[in-house]
């Protein structure tokens, strides 16, 4: 079956004004959608029964099982417009009654099955005559951001009409309680939403139906709790929804389907950093930003230029924008970007670059001397260290938080100085990114990649203790494919996150660990209820590195070991 619309003849068909019908006309559908990503927008609805897509005119048509069904999906996506890959897409009823074509292609066969599987769920609980309208969001990994009512406002409220919202912290993390005016407005905010991140590489969404439903009470309002029947957003609050994030970046994490990935809800959507009021990066580039700003720190470094890791990541989320946004590229260096993004904030670096468009692209391509042999090396040089006081065991503790340090080599005739060899690139330049520039023992570290990709064992006979070999380390943070660890990457900060306590440790005895190793406590918590982890805050980030180094794996019963990482939020 042909689909009714082709490009000649849209004028018209725009002019058409189509009766109900189970058959649903989808337009201007950005030509990389999936079957799986066009079958989500049906679930919230019912039960699928056809789908026929044509990539090449960027349209689809899907069939469910039931006429009212059909009307619910029309007006509501009428009412509340959404987007797949930054392309606004258009639904309408189709001139068709059925679809007559039985596909034989897998994939919509595959996707049809597991929209309907997911239907088959009944997640909001229509079924039972009283569907729930509050949705449960857990906000991961804010790194410090700002968490309030209005921003939430902001990403849910186009997909329907909030009426309350309860923000609190539970186990040391951001949650919170949003209802809708109807269920399906809930469904379609939670199936778009659920995995997705506020900010680029932070503040992800985890998002399900709550176990109890509304309405729910809003005892007092602030900045964390609202009431928008009672009291509707001011004038400021309205104004002020400008300049916040209008939705989420695309993640590949997804708890409620996990086999239809998250279409990217909008353009105009994240903020690669919070202070920087980016739009949003397209989902083709959003899983490499983080590796984009290790590599701009790199770049950076070799430049002679210091770029923080607030830089590199906004200066990354830029360039991953507008190298696919297909405006003219001009010829421009990437020193241009780097001596703006390091020498003043995120925000006016990236406005003094006019069209960055070609950077991505050859960033790595560069005539930068060494670039090629850098880019794939597992050594790194550490210099101005403080030779009185650096160990290999130190190094190797520190460093070992961003990747399994196999060697390290404190170089003989100059002591501050040390070579430090990984098990992988990816993990040196993951160390270089989060390390270089932070202080050790007073000094701040100056990292660089080496040229050489191994570190060379002394002698026997030659051997001062200053080189040692950790292939066969214990102590490994990485060793098991699918750790924990690679997701808990953060940059040193005065808060350490401590875990593996056991439960009859109280805090004056985990205090007592730190200040008898000359560490002055300024604060400390427990996380949990059976206190198996906690957070403990120290005067300042050299203190804190210096105490991970001392105190990471110590002994604190005859069975346990102290596990020491740096928190991603502070107390």
């Known amino acids: 079956m ?6 000649n003849k849209k ?18 559908m950005p030509a990389d959608a999936t079957e799986n990503e066009i ?9 699928l029964k056809n789908m026929v897509l044509s990539k090449r005119n960027n349209q689809a048509l899907i069939e469910m099982h039931v006429l009212e069904e059909s009307v619910q999906l029309v007006a509501h996506y009428l009412k509340y417009p959404v987007t797949l890959h930054g392309k606004h897409l258009i639904f309408q009823f189709s001139t068709h009654s059925h679809l007559e074509l039985i596909s034989e292609n897998d994939a919509i066969v595959n996707a049809i099955k597991n929209a309907n599987r997911v239907v088959q769920q009944d997640l909001p609980g229509a079924q039972t005559g009283v569907p729930n309208t509050v949705l449960h969001v857990v906000i991961d990994n804010i790194m410090g951001q700002q968490i309030n009512h209005v921003i939430l406002y902001k990403i849910f409220h186009r997909f329907g009409i909030i009426l309350r919202v309860l923000i609190f912290l539970r186990n040391n993390q951001y949650r919170c309680l949003l209802e809708f005016q109807d269920h399906i407005q809930a469904f379609v905010a939670m199936l778009l939403l659920n995995g997705q991140n506020i900010y680029t590489g932070c503040c992800s969404l985890q998002v399900e139906f709550w176990k109890a439903r509304g309405p729910l009470e809003v005892r007092r309002e602030n900045d964390k709790c609202r009431d928008y029947t009672v009291s509707p957003l001011t004038e400021a609050e309205l104004n002020s929804l400008q300049a916040l994030p209008s939705g989420v970046t695309a993640s590949t994490n997804n708890s409620t389907i996990n086999t ?7 353009q105009n959507i994240s903020l690669g950093n919070p202070t920087t009021a980016f739009t949003a990066i397209p989902q083709a580039s959003a899983s490499g930003i983080n590796d984009l700003a290790i590599q701009l720190t790199l770049l950076a470094q070799q430049s002679g230029l210091a ?3 607030a830089a590199a990541a906004a200066t990354a989320s830029f360039m991953a924008l507008t190298a696919q946004s297909g405006n003219p590229a001009i010829n421009q260096a990437p020193a241009t970007i780097l001596n703006a993004a390091a020498l003043q904030s995120p925000r006016t670096a990236l406005t003094t670059v006019q069209n960055p468009t070609q950077l991505l692209p050859n960033i790595i391509n560069q005539s930068i001397p060494n670039m090629g ?4 090396s597992t050594v790194l040089i550490v210099s101005n260290l403080n030779e009185e006081k650096v160990y290999p065991d130190a190094l190797f503790t520190l460093f070992g938080v961003y990747g399994d340090v196999t060697r390290v080599k404190i170089m003989f005739n100059k002591k501050s100085t040390a070579l430090v060899q990984f098990s992988d690139p990816q993990q040196a ?3 270089l990114y989060y390390l270089n520039g932070q202080p050790l023992y007073g000094r701040p570290l100056k990292i660089s990649v080496s040229r050489f990709n191994i570190v060379q064992l002394p002698k026997e006979d030659t051997d001062v203790g200053l080189t040692k070999d950790y292939t066969n380390s214990p102590l490994h943070r990485f060793r098991k494919p699918n750790s924990k660890n ?4 953060y940059a040193p900060n005065h808060v350490l996150h401590l875990s593996n306590i056991p439960s009859d440790i109280t805090e004056e005895e985990v205090r007592m660990i730190f200040e008898t190793k000359g560490y002055h406590v300024t604060d400390f918590k427990f996380l949990l209820k059976d206190k198996k982890m906690a957070l403990i805050q120290l005067e300042n980030v050299d203190m804190a590195i210096q105490a991970m180094i001392d105190l990471h794996n110590c002994q604190l019963t005859e069975n346990s070991h102290l596990r020491i990482s740096f928190s991603k939020t502070a107390i």
């Open 2 to 7: 042909d689909l009714e619309i082709v490009d």
């Open 11 to 28: 004028s018209r068909v725009d002019r058409l004004e189509a009766s109900p019908s189970r058959v649903i006309h989808i337009r201007n």
């Open 39 to 47: 079958a989500l927008f049906a679930i919230p609805f019912g039960l």
């Open 260 to 266: 239809i990935p998250q279409p990217t809800i909008g």
């Open 307 to 309: 770029l923080t890791p």
């Open 373 to 376: 042999q850098t880019a794939t």
């Open 429 to 431: 330049l993951t160390a």
């Open 486 to 489: 690679f997701s808990n990457i």
